[in-house]
């Protein structure tokens, strides 16, 4: 929702939010949308305008926009945005409960550091990991890392994503020659299923595969190795069909 919305011939308290560089705007906004609760599902002027202090004719212009972007219906109670958020969080609940003991298994079975993770804004966030239990040579990354373009869980994520600026925006920052590539190895990452990394570290590798829900890309389960253990494009290999198998069911609990 832009300023432009909830401004114009309104009075001091609406221009307020301009001087303040619309942050206002945004923190009423949501005091609005905290209003539904499971005793008030849906939101009139007068409702907002009393519980928030604010005068009906800003209560009704925040409701016409918030409706006209998608955050609550006609009838001003939830709308769509909110039941399509709603339910990634919902997704991405039921994968946090079943993730870890699938990739407590593939570790285990591997010998490998396995990880699963979400597509963030700039790139695949590292959101699970289970570490090899044996091994004198112990790979991992911590929860919370942000990934770059050429991890193989950043491919494998934007090659399935169902965002069409998701590339766009991730490959912003590279060069022409880069972005061809990653173009390449993402047409390959489709055909394949699967996806290697390319971070010029040598004699390590990772290999990541999509995690898929009803209808798009949940998320991406990864393995990650030496160059020993874990051959560079090597999708024969036993420990990529355990990975492949891995998120299959994971994929398939999350179909049911």
């Known amino acids: 929702m832009s300023v432009d919305d909830v401004v114009g011939t309104e009075p001091a308290e609406t221009r307020l939010d301009v001087d303040r560089g619309g942050i206002q705007s945004i923190d009423r906004a949501a005091n609005v949308l905290a209003l539904l609760d499971q005793h008030t599902m849906t939101l009139t ?6 519980r928030l202090g604010l005068n009906r004719t800003t209560a009704h212009r925040y409701l016409q926009s918030l409706q006209g972007a998608g955050f609550l219906s006609a009838s001003y109670g939830p709308g769509p945005l909110l039941d399509q958020l709603s339910a990634l969080v919902s997704v991405r609940q039921q994968i946090l409960g079943l993730a870890p003991a699938i990739l407590r298994r593939l570790a285990d079975q591997t010998k490998l550091t396995c990880v699963l993770s979400f597509l963030g804004r700039s790139g695949a966030v590292v959101t699970l990991v289970e570490e090899a239990s044996e091994g004198a040579v112990v790979l991992t990354v911590r929860v919370g890392t942000v990934l770059e373009p050429r991890a193989a869980q950043t491919r494998v994520l934007l090659a ?12 912003a920052s ?9 173009e ?6 489709r055909r394949d299923r699967i996806a290697w990394a390319d971070l010029g570290q040598v004699g390590l590798s990772s290999v990541a595969v999509p995690i898929f829900g009803r209808h798009d890309v949940e998320a991406a389960m990864a393995m990650l190795g030496t160059t020993a253990m874990l051959e560079p494009g090597d999708s024969r290999a036993e420990r990529v069909r355990a990975l492949q198998s891995a998120a299959t069911t994971l994929s398939s609990l999350l179909a049911k």
């Open 174 to 182: 590279l060069s022409p020659s880069r972005t061809r590539e990653e």
């Open 184 to 189: 390449l190895a993402l047409a390959h990452a």
């Open 45 to 50: 002027p007068a409702i907002v305008a009393e």
């Open 160 to 171: 399935f994503s169902s965002d069409p600026q998701a590339v766009t925006r991730m490959h």
